[in-house]
Structure formats: C-alpha cells, structure tokens
C-alpha cells in the first residue's frame, strides 16, 4: 500500500479544528491546574499540620489515580455521586486540571522547599515579614528552580489532552479517528497526527532542556 | 578593650530548649553589657548555637525569659507566656545583627543588593541613603568594589565580610555571630576575624560563637563556656582559660594549648633567620 498523506491534507480543516481544541484543553487544565497547585502546594508548607495533611491528601490522590479512570469517574460516576448533570467539556477540563494540580503542587513545594533554609534564617534575621520573605528571597530563588519541571509537566499535559478523545472531546486524536474512519487511510492519518505532536512538542523540550542547563550553570 | 559600661543590652533568663528528647538548653542565664564582647565556647552539640538562635528568637524556647534594651522579646514562665505579633517580635529582633556560619548571603542579588535590601523593605529607608550607607559599610569591610558583584563572584572572607557589613546596614545594638570562620579556607579566616575586631574597637556589642580560642583569647571581655545545656564556666579570658576549676573546660581548652605548645618551636624559629640576615647586613 502507497503512503499518500494528501488524503489527511485535504481534511485539515478537520485536523486544525482538533489541534485548537488540544491547545484549548491544554490551556483551560494547565491554568486549573497551576491555580488549585499553587494553593494545595501552600497548603503543604503551612505551619499547620491539618493543612499539611490536606495538601498531602490531595496530591497523593491525583497522582496515584490512572488518569484514564480519573476521567471515566469524572463523567460517569460522579454526576450519579452529586445528582447533577455535567457535560463532558466540565468533565474534561476538571477530571485533567485536578490531575496537574497534584503534579504541580509538589513541582511548586520542592522549588521553595529546595531553597536553603539559611535564606529564610536571614531574612527573619534582618527583620523581614512572611510575605516579604517569600517575594524577595525565596520565590524569585525556588521559580527559576521550577521552570524546566514545570515546562515538563506542561508537555504532559497536552500529551494528556489526548486521553479527552475517549469522552468523545474532538481533540487531535479523536479528529484523526474521525477522518480514518472514513477515509479507510489509518496509515496516513495517525502519522501525521504524531508527527504534529512531534513537531509542537519538540520546541518546547528543547526550551526546557536550555533552561535546565542555564539553571545548573 | 573598649570601655564596657554597666547597662544591659540584651539578657537572657532561664531558657530552656529541647528537640524531642534531647534537652539541648537548660536553664540559661545570660546578661551581656553594652560595649562588651562575649565569645561563647564549647564542644559541638554544647548548645551554644542554640543559645544564640535563641537570643534574636529565630529559635524560640520552650521558657525562659529574652529581653533586649529592655524590650521583652520572649517570656514563657511557669503559665504566663507572653503572646507578641510578627510586627512587634521583628522590632526587638532587629536590634540585633546576625551573621552566619555559612553566610547566607542571597545569591540573587549583588552585594549592594544584599545590603540594601533590609533597609529598604523593612525600614523604608529610601534608596539613595540606603545604597549610600552601604557602600560606606563595604568600604569599611575593606571591599569598596565588590558593591556590583553577586555571592558566587565572591571568595567565602569576602562573602563573609559582605554578611557582615549587610547585618550592620539594620544599624543593630548587639552583633550576633554564629561560628562566623567555620566554613572558610584557613587563609581567609584572618580577615575576616580583623574585620570583627575592628568592630570591637569600634565599641560594638557582640556575642560571638567561636572555634577560634587563640581569638576568643585576645578579643573576649568574658568567655563563656557551655556544657551539656549550660553555662559551665565564665569570666575573663585568661583567669578562665588558665582555670582548673572546671575539667571538661580544663580539657577543652588543653587541646588548643597542647596545639600551641607543639606550635611553640615554629614562632621563634620564624624570628630567627630575619635576625641572622640582618646581622649579615
């Protein structure tokens, strides 16, 4: 059988409608999930240990739970749980933004747990407050530590979005199973489709790879 | 020695400190006066680190009593404990300066930076007098053009001298120094331990953790010897040195005069061959 992409090429008005979906999913979960990690890795560096441990649980948690199932739970089981109808764009942007939250609060609490403990003894020394503290000293020291885990963990997540196609969210893959199912071309098209998420990924890697090597020098 | 005078700057009552099981103060009395240097001495885990931890409260007690230029700091006492906001405990604390085994100079700021910064956001100083100050501090540290370098462009004397010169930028009456030579190559201990006692010539208050008993010796008004939680023994530095009174101090100190009697030979054997060519001449 000849290899003929231009079969996938005349549907790229399917594919570009699938690959703004991917980024959009991407987006809308990487935004959840920083804001809800940002808190949940607050929660973890309280001083107080039932908020440690409410961190702790929430993390343990999402990153134990196949992501797979999470998803299925969160469009099938819990609408049954809490009597109510959810959509399955809320159960996608929810089942994966809660999933990266628990990645990423721990992304956020290694990088201010990774600053030396000397920092925060001269900062208190000289008189400075909690807040003061965290902008001047430790933040600005723990966030250039953050970025290439946390680039990382982006490129997992739009890796993730792919996992959408199964609540039959019209992202990149589900596009590609769209156009092979009537174009009887599965070679082509599902080429293409890691080739596209080749070429969008690769950038970002190489960016992150750069910045993990700027931080070690 | 500079003039000590009989006002109490900073004394510590009573204080205790466990970490689980382990007892590391307990029961400390300490008063220091101002203009007085006091080197704290004693063997790893005699908790004289703790106890000076403790003095500007970045350790808190578990009772005891702290008070500096008669500002309570901390007072746990039997029931009565004396409750103080952030705001007020960082007012008393930042009478006093402290500076580190390790430094801890923040690497991403510039010498400057670094010295500038507490007078900046926690006394509102304004930028120019700050920065202006701070360069006369590391022209007094001896490093007028280090003021633009970071900390990893820094060796550790210099770095030291920069911590130094950052804790004096909060103006504090009492300087607080934990082991401020341990981390450094031999070479640059010696400046760094001039630029302290340029600072005792200075007349500055100062608490001092030291290794250094050659220099607890010549700069202490008082020695304090701490043992197993406690003050062991204490007073001026040659009658407490010299003291058998006490046989833990007696051994401690033995070690450091053993060193120096085996040491003796090289001194004068230094002197001799400039005498020898100076009889040639």
């Known amino acids: 059988m000849k290899?003929?992409?231009?079969?996938?090429?005349?549907?790229?008005?399917?594919?570009?409608?699938?690959?703004?979906?991917?980024?959009?999913?991407?987006?809308?979960?990487?935004?959840?999930?920083?804001?809800?990690?940002?808190?949940?890795?607050?929660?973890?560096?309280?001083?107080?240990?039932?908020?440690?441990?409410?961190?702790?649980?929430?993390?343990?948690?999402?990153?134990?739970?196949?992501?797979?199932?999470?998803?299925?739970?969160?469009?099938?089981?819990?609408?049954?749980?809490?009597?109510?109808?959810?959509?399955?764009?809320?159960?996608?942007?929810?089942?994966?933004?809660?999933?990266a939250s628990g990645f990423y609060a721990e992304i956020l609490r290694a990088g201010v747990q990774s600053v030396d403990r000397g920092q925060t003894d001269a900062a208190i020394a000289l008189g400075m407050g909690y807040v003061q503290r965290m902008n001047r000293i430790i933040l600005p020291q723990a966030l250039r530590r953050m970025v290439p885990p946390l680039m990382g963990q982006t490129i997992m997540q739009l890796k993730n979005t792919t996992l959408l196609s199964v609540l039959t969210i019209p992202d990149l893959l589900y596009q590609a199973g769209y156009i092979s199912s009537f174009t009887y071309r599965p070679m082509e098209v599902y080429t293409v489709i890691g080739a596209v998420f080749i070429l969008l990924l690769f950038p970002l890697s190489a960016l992150s790879r750069r910045l993990e090597r700027k931080e070690a020098a | 020695m500079t003039a000590i005078?009989?006002?109490?700057?900073?004394?510590?009552?009573?204080?205790?400190?466990?970490?689980?099981?382990?007892?590391?103060?307990?029961?400390?009395?300490?008063?220091?006066?101002?203009?007085?240097?006091?080197?704290?001495?004693?063997?790893?885990?005699?908790?004289?680190?703790?106890?000076?931890?403790?003095?500007?409260?970045?350790t808190e007690p578990d009772k005891g009593e702290i008070v500096i230029e008669?500002?309570?700091?901390?007072?746990?006492?039997?029931?009565?404990?004396?409750?103080?906001?952030?705001?007020?405990?960082?007012?008393?604390?930042?009478?006093?300066?402290?500076?580190?085994?390790?430094?801890?100079?923040?690497?991403?700021?510039?010498?400057?930076?670094?010295?500038?910064?507490?007078?900046?956001?926690?006394?509102?100083?304004?930028?120019?007098?700050?920065?202006?100050?701070?360069?006369?501090?590391?022209?007094?540290?001896?490093?007028?053009?280090?003021?633009?370098?970071?900390?990893?462009?820094?060796?550790?004397?210099?770095?030291?001298?920069?911590?130094?010169?950052?804790?004096?930028?909060?103006?504090?009456?009492?300087?607080?120094?934990?082991?401020?030579t341990s981390a450094l190559d031999p070479e640059l201990v010696r400046e760094v331990l001039a630029a302290i006692r340029q600072l005792s010539a200075e007349g500055m208050t100062m608490v001092i953790v030291t290794h250094e008993i050659g220099f607890a010796y010549e700069l202490a008004d008082r020695i304090v010897f701490m043992d197993q939680g406690v003050v062991a023994a204490s007073g001026a530095p040659r009658e407490l040195l010299l003291s058998n009174s006490n046989p833990r101090l007696a051994s401690f100190v033995g070690r450091f005069t053993e060193q120096a009697r085996l040491l003796g030979p090289l001194t004068s054997q230094a002197t001799a061959p400039s005498t020898a060519s100076s009889n040639k001449g």
């Open chain 1, 3 to 99: 290899f003929d992409p231009s079969i996938v090429l005349a549907n790229w008005d399917i594919l570009a409608y699938g690959l703004l979906v991917t980024l959009k999913y991407t987006i809308y979960t990487c935004g959840i999930g920083l804001a809800i990690g940002l808190l949940v890795a607050l929660l973890q560096l309280a001083p107080w240990p039932l908020l440690r441990l409410t961190g702790r649980v929430w993390v343990e948690f999402f990153r134990n739970i196949p992501l797979l199932v999470l998803l299925m739970w969160t469009y099938y089981a819990l609408p049954i749980f809490l009597q109510i109808q959810i959509g399955k764009e809320t159960a996608g942007v929810l089942g994966l933004g809660f999933y």
């Open chain 2, 5 to 58: 005078s009989s006002e109490i700057v900073l004394s510590v009552r009573s204080i205790e400190k466990s970490y689980g099981k382990n007892h590391v103060l307990r029961g400390v009395d300490l008063d220091v006066h101002r203009g007085e240097v006091v080197c704290l001495i004693g063997a790893s885990g005699s908790g004289k680190t703790s106890l000076l931890r403790c003095m500007n409260l970045l």
């Open chain 2, 70 to 180: 008669r500002a309570p700091l901390f007072r746990s006492i039997g029931d009565e404990r004396l409750k103080l906001s952030g705001r007020q405990v960082s007012a008393v604390r930042i009478k006093t300066g402290m500076v580190f085994q390790s430094f801890n100079l923040f690497p991403h700021r510039t010498a400057l930076e670094n010295i500038i910064e507490a007078p900046l956001v926690v006394k509102k100083v304004p930028r120019a007098e700050a920065e202006a100050q701070a360069l006369e501090l590391l022209t007094g540290m001896g490093l007028p053009d280090a003021g633009h370098k970071y900390p990893s462009q820094l060796s550790g004397g210099q770095q030291q001298r920069v911590a130094i010169a950052r804790a004096l930028a909060m103006q504090p009456t009492i300087m607080l120094f934990d082991e401020p």
